[in-house]
């Protein structure tokens, strides 16, 4: 009878095995479209660029080895050093300005009122706007016949060149730049405020604490992960800046609004150095891989609940 039993269970368990497989190879089948993509258009060109790096090639030619001369080139290169150091002014300046004015909207935007859900639309649209038509709209407003100069001469105030002013255009392509993110990182915050209990801003409520209290001693501590993820990919999506500044001031006037992004594309696919851009890519690539690792490492000081 065990014997009997024994048989019968095994058909079974075949059964069973053969299923799993089926399953397995259909999600497998499934999953091959995104992978061959992600394959072919980011792992292989990753590997392929490193190549490329190594190479003198403009495009239609065929590749020059010439080993690391394009690394030893960057660190030589004037035009490159202005651009990183607009690169991490660019940076220093949006990152921290973003965060600070996207928590305080979405604070804000967390109110239980009438048509909040109107106001998180319209934050939230420069978002999903293509950067030509928010590039187009701004240079029409910071033009120096713009309308922002039309309405501070008519307040008396000499028109400022906004864009064409060396010491101001980077200043005026940050603030485009944080204009269009803001919305972005303020459904983020917003998710993170409102999966806060509220038994601990009532129990703070009850102790005595005031609203500026409850926001530094409760709420801070409490979305400080939020804003370590807010400011690492804020780190991140600044040395990709790019279509703005190309849209906006091709860099210029003179280099003053190059940023890295920016340069890599010139020296790439308007000189067709090939090779020079790819070792510039690289060279941000380990920027940021620094910086990411100097945040990872200190945010144990100041993210709560972090060992």
Do not use: C
């Not at 050093?81 to 935007?109: D, E, G, Q, R």
């Not at 906004?162 to 303020?186: D, H």
Request: positive net charge; without cysteine; aromatic residues 16%.
């Amino acid at each position: 009878m065990v014997n009997d039993r024994k048989n019968k269970e095994l058909p079974a368990s075949n059964y069973s095995k053969l299923n799993r497989r089926r399953e397995a190879i259909w999600g497998y089948l499934f999953i091959s479209p995104n992978f061959l993509i992600i394959l072919a258009f980011t792992v292989i060109p990753v590997f392929l660029s490193v190549y490329i790096s190594l190479t003198d090639w403009n495009i239609l030619g065929t590749p020059n080895f010439i080993w690391i001369d394009n690394y030893k080139a960057i660190f030589s290169d004037q035009l490159a050093k202005v651009t990183f150091f607009n690169t991490f002014y660019f940076t220093v300046l949006s990152v921290p300005i973003n965060v600070f004015l996207t928590l305080v909207l979405a604070v804000f935007l967390n109110q239980k009122i009438r048509g909040i859900t109107f106001f998180r639309t319209a934050y939230y649209l420069p978002v999903i706007s293509a950067s030509v038509a928010v590039s187009l709209m701004f240079m029409w407003i910071l033009a120096n016949n713009g309308l922002l100069n039309q309405m501070l001469g008519s307040l008396g105030v000499e028109p400022i060149r906004w864009l064409t002013n060396p010491k101001i255009a980077l200043n005026s392509v940050i603030g485009v730049t944080i204009w269009k993110g803001l919305g972005f990182n303020m459904i983020i915050f917003l998710a993170a405020l409102q999966d806060i209990p509220q038994e601990l801003t009532e129990a703070a409520a009850i102790d005595g604490a005031n609203r500026f209290q409850q926001f530094f001693k409760i709420t801070v501590p409490l979305i400080s992960p939020v804003i370590f993820f807010v400011t690492i990919t804020g780190v991140i999506g600044s040395f990709q800046s790019f279509d703005l500044v190309y849209n906006m001031t091709k860099g210029g006037p003179g280099h003053a609004t190059s940023v890295i992004g920016y340069y890599i594309w010139k020296q790439a696919f308007d000189y067709m150095n090939m090779g020079y851009g790819a070792a510039l890519a690289y060279i941000v690539f380990a920027v940021i891989l620094i910086l990411t690792l100097i945040q990872w490492v200190i945010r144990k000081r100041w993210v709560y609940s972090e060992d």
